[in-house]
């Protein structure tokens, strides 16, 4: 597929982002639904519901940004590393908050941890790079959405007023 650095999503490519997006948020609602299921047999309850609440609203998330998708004006690369950052920050922040459930982390998760000893060193460290990394990473994706919808003065328009 031979793109230039500049050339812009078209509707067929917005489209399959767009579907993608869609499926992914289904699926990690569906997954925020599963792990309600198991809520008492965490080593950290609350944490387990924090896990079912962020799978929810991060399904709703991408959903919606997916439903964005064909009124972004963006080049194909960025929207393409948008589509990424999107899905693996979800990914990765379910797998995290599960792993805080499951194992009772609590380095990260002050509020739901609360009288939790600390867990396993190694595990804990690599959850609070992964919630620092995927932090950024939806917030920078925010951005380039915002950016993607900005207001477009058309060509046609500037020709008209002068």
Avoid: D
């Avoid at 597929?1 to 067929?12: A, F, L």
């Avoid at 439903?67 to 393409?80: C, D, E, G, I, M």
């Avoid at 459930?101 to 992964?130: K, Q």
């Amino acid at each position: 597929m031979s793109e230039t650095v500049s050339s812009e999503m078209n509707s067929i490519q917005s489209e399959a982002f767009k579907r993608s997006l869609l499926w992914h948020g289904i699926f990690i609602c569906l997954l925020g639904f599963v792990a309600g299921l198991f809520i008492p047999l965490y080593a950290n309850p609350r944490a387990g519901l924090a896990t079912h609440l962020l799978g929810i609203t991060q399904g709703v998330f991408i959903a919606v940004i997916g439903l964005s998708y064909p009124q972004l004006k963006l080049p194909l690369w960025v929207a393409r590393a948008n589509f990424w950052m999107l899905l693996i920050s979800a990914y990765v922040g379910m797998i995290v908050e599960f792993l805080a459930a499951a194992f009772g982390l609590s380095r990260m998760f002050l509020i739901t941890a609360m009288g939790l000893p600390e867990g396993i060193p190694w595990l804990e460290t690599s959850t609070e790079i992964a919630i620092k990394n995927i932090s950024i990473l939806t917030i920078l994706s925010c951005f380039i959405v915002l950016f993607g919808l900005r207001q477009i003065k058309s060509g046609s328009i500037l020709q008209e007023k002068s």
